[in-house]
């Protein structure tokens, strides 16, 4: 409340800013800051601001314990804090099969070489929140290293398969959500590829997909200085995330706010 009261006190005493002070942006390590409860805490405040005309920020979804918990932080964000634009949304651009038939086949590999999965690490995490039933000495065995039988890889294919898409469902319901309440999402591709282990390559960039989904966008650079990057290189690396579906006059549409296609399309002919 205090940090809210200085802004909004300084709107207050230098009337000349309210042009200038439109938003407010929430960043930090958000790990293990994904439950309701972390939210509650800054929601008077951000109401106060909303009152005042601010828009909502945060940075969310890009890094987690487990995908689910990442979801939830961008769902708790939306739901609590009324976020106008969500910077990152990582979690609601990452194919959840994908991500977890990759750790399985991860695991896999270990098993048969006789290593277990190391406590405190993402596949850990993510094996924990699955939910076992009665094949809790299946998990143990992958735990521990004990080479699994033909059998219990197939239960841990079955497993594997009900969590993703258990976390298919609800990552598509927060999206569905968000993109009925016009949140948008702002792409700031070198962080994600920089400080997550879930986007492989830049080709795994969501953007595009989102872009077919009808997504609100924005582009960004999160931190231009530590990233070493600028706003026209992150413009290039989503061009080329997805070279054959995602149109350079697409892009220049999102990140310039021009919505007059055939004007744009006039300045790229001029270029040439
Ligand atoms: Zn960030």
Redesign the pocket.
Known sequence: MDQHNLILGLVERYPELEGCLTDVDT?GNERDLFRKQDFLEMQPGFRKLHQHGFHIRS?HG?TWRTLRYGIQAVDNAMNIWHIDRL??GLSLGINPNYYFHSIMQRVLEWNRKGRGVPLGSMEAFELEDMDWKEHGGVLGKIMDGDPLSDDEVREFSRVKFYAAREVERYQHDVLNRMIDKGVSITS?PS?NQR?TTSLPDYKDHPFSWWERKNVRQGVGT??YITLDTDYLQELVILLLSDPKNLKITKLLMVATGEARRPYLSKLLWDMG
């Open positions: 960043v940075h890009e910077e990152h700031l962080s400080l999160d931190n």
